[in-house]
């Protein structure tokens, strides 16, 4: 938990004890590779912090998952839309590694944002990076060709690319695993 709170307090410029207030309302759970950490359909009250493992975020399209999102250590996850508007999530998170997180629930984070402050501030920024990451994932889906998406990923997520399978990376970045094969040959050469 120590390295997490200094990942916090160094990511939102926060004290190591506001940090620490804030993660003391979240409580660890370990879950299995397979694991379910929100089921399709179920209403999303929860927010995990990635302490170790790796999570895919799936939408399911006519019996077929569409990776929409990756998360690991460090990381935030959470079906934001759910958890926003309070309505069934349309997707599933699973882990894909066994994976150690700290979880906390929108009462508590609720409860605690009104009693500390800080937690306001810290929500927004938390809300404008997401925007900024939704917002460069869909320019690049609309303006770059496969090759530059898959570039793209092992520039800012070079780790990833390395634990994911490529039929994953294949989904997440809208094109075949083949596809993805010839970009790795062409890469080679």
Known sequence: MKSLTNHIATLFHLSPQDAELFLSQFSQTVLKKNDVFVAEGQVCNKVGLIEHGLMKCVYNKEGEEVVFEFAHEGNFIS?????????????????????????????????????????????????????????????????????????????????????????????????????????????SI
């Open 79 to 187: 079906d934001y839309y759910s958890f926003v508007t309070n309505t069934p999530s349309e997707k599933e998170i699973r882990c894909l590694e066994d994976t150690t997180l700290y979880v906390i629930t929108k009462e508590k984070l609720q409860t605690l944002a009104i009693v500390h402050p800080f937690i306001e501030s810290l929500s927004r920024t938390m809300n404008e990076r997401l925007f900024l990451q939704l917002h460069d994932r869909l320019k690049s889906m609309l303006l770059d060709d496969a090759q530059q998406r898959y570039q793209q990923l092992l520039v800012q997520r070079r780790d990833l690319a390395q634990r994911i399978p490529q039929y994953l990376i294949a989904s997440y970045l809208n094109v075949t695993p083949e596809t993805i094969s010839r970009i790795r040959k062409k890469m």
